[in-house]
């Protein structure tokens, strides 16, 4: 009984392998995905996921609402204390609430009981730090025991998705796999075939691997402080010619740092702040937005940004929840600025791959997207101008790793 676990820093899937039955099992409403968040409600004292705990958040009931977990995976956030619902938790004891609800949907879901599985992980769960990237992995595999799985191996994400896509060929291909995550931008370069998905052991055929720690988030972030942040004041003046802190507005435009703005110190700080502002109609914002716990629906709100411009030129934000007729409209251009740099770096990783696979860009066939934020065309112009010959093609940005890991988890458990 093994199935192949997602967890994603924005939405997490599980797939299980059966005859004539779709791979990813449903989680929440009849849908594939679960939206990797909780919401600790302190009204009720209870605990919601996904789209449900956003959905309570939305509508303004008290308590705190957690999202991209998975980032925090190999940090010294791991073991810190956070206040929830009025007591003090671990974050690993958080995510660990989790992946017990994941696993226990997925089981509802299957009507069995899962005691073995594979779970995704991205290349580098820490960039350029291999003890950390071991922790995280070992700590996500503890969580998992904790949670029932008896036996447990871990598959690197695009890989995966390599998996989902060869049981569509009917010839061989030399395939790059761009997996670009909430957190991580991770790729793999693999021969597939239909003769060669009979094999149980796929080492020979993959020719190299590579990733970066930057996903989806991170666009959202470098959205929200170019073009949202200064809305309330980032980058403003001081009297004294000094430009007003940004930590603040960090810790705002990054989810799992929302609530370290939420404090009585942040406040009586940006109290004092105020009375040297230059612009403190912009001041007068922020402490709307903090007054109002409103940080992460202004996170949504940038999030939603980034998929609008994805598909139009522009995209008008709607702020009356800071601001009784404030609107703001985005062009795809400031979005591309704005992530112009993260996007260098997704590139030159790309390079890096084939370099160390030892593949000039003329010999890859196929491009395969996959993940939630690979649909932001400055992301596939890049890509497509390092590999001019290869065909694009689109995956299940959602589904292609779990079903890919159930896939793995049906030969190595078999």
């Not at 170019?226 to 000094?242: D, E, I, N, R, V």
């Not at 066939?365 to 101008?385: E, K, N």
Request: aromatic content about 8%; glycine content about 10%; charged content about 20%.
């Amino acid at each position: 009984m093994a199935c192949g676990v997602d967890f994603g820093t924005s939405n997490s899937t599980v797939g299980w392998v059966r005859p004539g039955q779709p791979t990813l099992l449903a989680l929440e409403d009849g849908k594939t995905t679960l939206p990797s968040m909780l919401f600790f409600n302190a009204e009720e004292e209870s605990v919601s996921y996904g789209r449900a705990a956003l959905t309570e958040y939305m509508d303004g009931y008290e308590g705190r609402l957690m999202r991209s977990l998975k980032s925090i995976l190999g940090t010294g956030l791991m073991s810190a204390q956070t206040e929830v619902a009025g007591q003090s938790l671990s974050f690993q004891t958080i995510l660990s609430t989790f992946i017990n609800e994941l696993k226990a949907r997925a089981e509802t879901s299957a009507g069995i009981g899962f005691d073995a599985a594979v779970l995704g992980r991205p290349v580098h769960f820490v960039d350029d730090d291999p003890k950390a990237d071991q922790l995280a992995q070992d700590t996500l595999a503890g969580i998992a025991r904790d949670a029932g799985f008896r036996h447990i191996e871990f598959q690197f994400e695009p890989i995966a998705a390599a998996f989902d896509y060869e049981q569509t060929l009917d010839r061989e291909t030399l395939t790059l796999i761009v997996d670009i995550g909430g957190g991580t931008s991770d790729f793999s370069l693999l021969r597939l075939s239909p003769e060669r998905a009979k094999a149980a052991e796929r080492h020979a055929d993959i020719l190299a691997w590579g990733g970066v720690h930057i996903g989806g988030t991170d666009f959202d972030r470098a959205l929200s402080l170019s073009a949202l942040m200064p809305l309330l004041g980032y980058k403003t003046l001081l009297k004294s010619g000094a430009e007003m802190p940004s930590s603040y507005y960090f810790n705002l435009a990054t989810w799992h740092t929302i609530n370290f703005v939420y404090t009585r110190r942040v406040m009586s700080d940006l109290q004092d702040l105020f009375r040297d502002a230059q612009e403190r109609e912009k001041l007068d914002r922020l402490f709307k937005l903090i007054a109002r716990r409103a940080g992460h629906w202004l996170a949504t709100q940038a999030e939603a940004a980034k998929i609008a411009l994805s598909d139009t030129s522009e995209h008008l934000l709607v702020l009356e929840r800071i601001e009784e007729g404030l609107t703001h409209t985005l062009q795809r251009s400031v979005f591309e600025n704005a992530i112009g740099g993260l996007i260098g770096r997704i590139e030159t990783a790309v390079t890096d791959v084939l370099r160390n696979a030892g593949v000039t860009a003329d010999q890859v066939d196929t491009v395969y997207f996959t993940g939630g934020a690979s649909g932001v065309p400055l992301l596939r112009s890049q890509i497509g101008a390092c590999l001019p010959n290869a065909r694009h093609v689109e995956g299940d940005r959602f589904g292609s790793i779990g079903t890919g890991l159930a896939i793995d988890a049906a030969r190595r458990f078999a």
